[in-house]
């Protein structure tokens, strides 16, 4: 146990953290890379830029669906905010990069990690079932949709297990393990699955506008492609 | 000071107590010897150490730059960063070393150091104390002998010195002057009471100082370029005269010049590979 | 041309894995990525990256002297890519050294300080003029593109196509000397280099083996590109070069046994020793095996025959190479080198760049006889596709995700002493403080820990003994350390130590593995070191969790009857666990406290303590006279003699005080 312990938080931490981040970067290139093909090809380098910024904001705060859809948006943020603050800013994950490296930054309050830690899980395992109940998303929804919200509350619950060593029902070396295990998979599946949402959100209004800007002479080659170049539209 | 200076080394009087390599690291202000993780034996040379003392069997001798009469290492270097003073010493100029660690494996005796551990490093070995003896000073070692183990001097004096020491006492020396004529002659000699094999180079290979032998071999450069540059010159010429006549030759016989011209290539200019394939034809034919 | 696909995607992998390596090479030196030490200052990066790529690379002038100087015109399919081959080793060759020179920005020197006694000046100017004669060589194809179709740029092409002959023959004679030079590096080492490899006739040796090379390697080449490309080249033309090859490597083996003939070693051969089997293994794999499939017709002819002795001559070549360099040069004994996965990748990643460089080149320049490749059909003219969305990114994809994956395997395995080479740099120390008291030790925990075996008493006496306040591990932190303690413990013969941990075999597989062997004092005071040098307390005790550390988590948990008690120690819950913010050892174990301990510090005597660092920057006697002198009630007066030490002259010599841990 201490061996395999010591493995997932040396050498296989690494390689995922490093994964991660080299992973999370080559999307972003290969998207910015493919945008601007897209724009070339089309012709038409023109965005309406204000607009664009506006949507995506709305979209990363989705206050406005918050009335449409209360209880998932609800439950999402929730989700969200708990997932992004507590592996960033735990003071244990803080102390653990000041000796690695020596970087250091303000951490939240142990006791407003654990706030947020509970939300966060009892949010997943919510998702899950919101997902599971309502007919739309379990039809929209694929094996693996299902299974991220829990592997992403996984590290989460379990961390909280490795702070509170005295609610610990089966020891704390496990629960480190089961921790650093879960969250290394976490962070290998991030630039592999969609996942990867995480930096490509901002972009996905930027996409979906270009997606829209059609070479002028577009339609008669969709009526081309038809065969029915005589027809009228 | 240009009489050639050196040091000699008593084995028989050194009682190891590591004197010399106390004043050295004060002298030359090299700090504490790096963790065993950098290096091989913590008692050797190092880039922390110019001198230490090698023991074995009871027998104590002080290792250290030999500063070679005729240095492998000043001839190795590509960019002359290893200097042979006329006064004995063999200096080392930071600023002109690349760093490619040809005079480590040139040394017959393995002196020379790397500081591995650093991302700008240097080469590292003994200087006699260069800076000393400008100043007219002993090296610091020699100073800090206790025994008198270690004593400098004109280098002529202090063979005669060794010598005579051989003489008047042979039961207690071996009767050899270790650096007297090894590779042509050292500045730092040695006499003991035991064969000194077990230093990490005890004797050099022969008396013939090493630079003669690259030298036997570089001092031919001119030679090989002329007669390679001639020879291929003189061979380039023959061949395509010959092939110019085979293809006159073809030329002249109807039924063998099937589609191939005279090369318009009389420059020499290496033709064109689509060329080339056609050429084959002619070229193979024209052997006969 | 999926075959071509896996084969970049494989080559952009370790690419990734270079660019971390590099990195490290740069960042922390030579030291933190290699193997190399004092006793192997040339390595694999020397022995492949350039006299390997130089041989490798003679295909190029090789190749020339056939087409442009013997009019072989049978043989010009296999210029370009000879020639490109050339140029992209030396390129290789020449960035391998960058990273092998500890001072890679001075590689310009030999320019501004030429010393003509010099082999490796040779090398130096040789690598770089025949790189530009290369240049100059490949260039026209370069021009031929029509990206450089400009007036001035067509001059020049025509001006080069003009001159070409003296360039080939500037690299052909510069090859000559470059090859052998290489060879006339070691002629300086006639007491190191084994004497089956050591001749004055190294540089020919190199010379000849590397135009054998040559040959092979260009049939290689064309078998590789026949593979990856399809391209296929007449295998009459293949044969007539195998059997070229044939007859120089005949002349290889030749020279090389007359040679040690002639210079009355043949004999060092047959002597049974490795050496020997080495020469053998090595002069059959270069030359014997390979030249005797040549000769036979049929074999020649074949492209499973001529590859395999192609394949042979290459490795053997190389194998050459790396026997002068490293294997038959003479190390002290007990050194040993083989290099580090970092220096590996080095050498595989430079090579990738060179085939990706090689693949990028044939693909869009008239390198082979046949028209470039390209990597992908043009797209079939799709009515929606066509303008409305782009080609596809190609195989851009599966390359970047190979980069990104090398990149992140190599960082992964980056050893500590990359991250974090602080741990192996020497640190000033605080000075040393000496309290008397006594440290009062229960016997019940030292059995509980295992220190004391059941029922032995415990070893301290009644009486004080010197308590040192030390910075043992030179961390800036000083700690209270009971000397007597440690003497009894690491006892006459450092049995103790190793009892307790309940493995004989820990200690030399721990940090304190140099004194493995070594008993009593010399564990942590070897005397022969100057400047004081102690082993520091953390090669014993450890960081807190790890398994040698003294102090263990594990039975604290258990002595503290399980989860409640993680508060004794972790009080506040709110605070991240580290040993800062734990509750002191000193809370609980009273007995350790100055208070309740006895620890009276005595005025007089703390400050300095002799025997910490300044003990040895002085002779032993210096110190014995002097305590002798301070307190003769302390000490005997013979501690101050001489012969206390230098005992019992013996063949009239002085006899000599042994340190500890030379023993």
Known sequence: MTTLLAFARGPLFLFCFAFMVLGLLRHVLLTTWEIRRVQRRAGDPSLPRKALFRATLRWLVPLDKLREQTLFTGTSILFHVGVLLVPLFLAGHIALSARGTGLKWPALPNTAADVLTIVSVIAGVALFTLRLSLRATRSLSRPLDFALPLLVALPIATGFFVMHPALDPFGFRAMLLVHVLSADLVMLLMPLTKLVHAVLLPGTQVLSEIGWHWPADSGSRVAAALGKEEEPV | MTKPQAILTDATKCIGCEKCVDACKRENHLPDDLSRSWKVRIDSLSSTRFTTVVRHDGEYVREQCRHCVQPACVSACPVGALQKRSDGPVVYDSDRCMGCRYCMMACPFGVPRYEWEKAVPHIKKCTMCAPRLDRGLQPACVEACPTHATIFGDRDELLAEAHRRLRASPERYLQTVYGENDVGGTSVLLIAGVPLDFLNRGRAPGDRPLPSRTWAALSKVPTIVLAVGGLAAGTWWITRRRMKLAEMNAEALPDSASGTEAHPSGDGAPQDSREAVQDKGSGSGGHR | ?663
């Open chain 3, 1 to 663: 041309m999926s075959r071509r696909v896996a084969v970049k995607t494989v080559l952009w992998g370790v690419v990734g894995a270079l660019a971390v390596v590099t990195v490290a090479r740069f960042w922390r030196g030579l030291g933190a990525v290699t193997n190399l030490s004092d006793a192997a200052p040339w390595g694999l990066w020397v022995a492949f990256d350039v006299m390997s790529g130089v041989a490798l690379a003679a295909g190029g002038f090789t190749l020339a002297a056939t087409v442009h100087i013997f009019h072989l015109k049978r043989f010009h399919a296999f210029a370009r890519p000879a020639i490109l081959t050339a140029f992209l080793g030396y390129t290789a060759v020449v960035v391998g050294l960058l990273y092998d020179l500890g001072l890679p920005w001075h590689i310009w020197h030999p320019i501004l300080y030429p010393q003509d006694r010099s082999a490796l000046f040779e090398v130096a100017m040789c690598v770089m003029l025949y790189l530009t004669v290369l240049a100059i060589e490949f260039a026209p194809v370069v021009l031929e593109h029509s990206l450089f179709d400009r007036p001035l740029l067509r001059g020049i092409h025509r001006w080069l196509e003009k001159y070409a002959l003296v360039f080939i023959i500037a690299g052909i004679v510069l090859s000559t000397l470059h090859q052998s030079s290489l060879g006339s590096l070691f002629l300086i080492a006639p007491g190191r280099l084994n004497p089956l490899w050591y001749t004055p006739l190294l540089p020919v040796l190199y010379f000849v083996s590397a135009v054998g090379l040559g040959l092979m390697m260009v049939l290689t080449e064309s078998n590789v590109s026949a593979w990856l490309f399809g391209h296929e080249v007449p295998s009459k033309a293949r044969a007539g070069l195998g059997l070229a090859a044939a007859w120089v490597l005949l002349l290889y083996v030749a020279l090389r046994l007359g040679d040690l003939a002639l210079r009355g070693k043949l004999a060092l051969a047959f002597a049974g020793t490795g050496a020997a089997g080495l020469f053998w293994f090595e002069l059959s794999v270069t030359a014997l095996v390979p030249m005797s499939l040549c000769f036979i017709r049929p074999v020649r002819e074949s492209r499973v025959g001529l590859s395999l002795a192609s394949g042979l001559t290459i490795l053997g070549v190389v194998g050459y190479r790396f026997d002068t360099a490293i294997v038959a040069y003479a190390r002290p004994a007990g050194a040993s080198y083989f290099p580090s996965w970092m220096e590996i990748v080095v050498s595989l990643g430079i090579v990738s760049l060179a085939v990706l460089a090689f693949l990028f080149f044939t693909e869009h320049l008239h390198v082979f006889d046949e028209p470039p490749a390209a990597e992908l059909p043009p797209p079939r003219p799709q009515p929606l596709s066509h303008r409305v969305l782009p080609r596809p990114l190609g195989w851009l994809r599966g390359y970047s995700l190979a980069l990104v994956l090398g990149t992140t395997v190599a960082f992964a395995l980056l050893p500590r002493r990359v991250l974090t080479p602080d741990l192996a740099r020497p640190v000033p120390a605080l000075k040393a403080m000496a309290v008397d008291g006594w440290m009062r030790a229960r016997p019940d925990k030292l059995h509980d820990i295992g220190v004391l075996r059941p029922g032995e008493p415990v070893p301290l006496g009644a009486t004080p003994a010197a308590l040192l306040v030390l910075d043992g591990d030179r961390d800036w932190r000083r700690v209270i350390f009971p000397h007597a303690f440690h003497e009894w413990l690491v006892g006459p013969n450092g049995l103790r130590l190793r009892w307790r941990r309940g493995e004989a075999a820990s200690l030399s597989s721990t940090a304190s593995g140099e004194q493995s062997g070594r008993s009593g004092c010399a564990t942590c005071h070897h005397a022969n070191l100057p400047l004081e040098r102690n082993s520091a307390c953390a090669s014993c005790h450890r960081d807190m969790f790890s398994t040698t550390d003294l102090f263990d988590h594990q039975a604290h948990v258990v002595a503290l009857r399980g989860r409640d008690g993680c508060t004794r120690c972790h009080a506040n819950s709110a605070l991240p666990k580290t040993r800062a913010t734990s509750t002191p050892c000193l809370h609980c174990h009273k007995n350790l406290r100055l208070a309740d301990s006895y620890l009276k510090p005595k005025p007089t005597l703390t400050g300095l303590v002799p025997g910490y660092e300044q003990a040895m920057h002085g002779l032993c006697v210096e110190c014995h006279r002097r305590e002798v002198k301070e307190h003769p009630d302390r000490y005997p007066a013979q501690l101050a003699t001489c012969a206390t030490c230098h005992r019992a002259p013996e063949k009239s010599l002085m006899q000599r005080l042994e340190p500890y841990a030379a023993r």
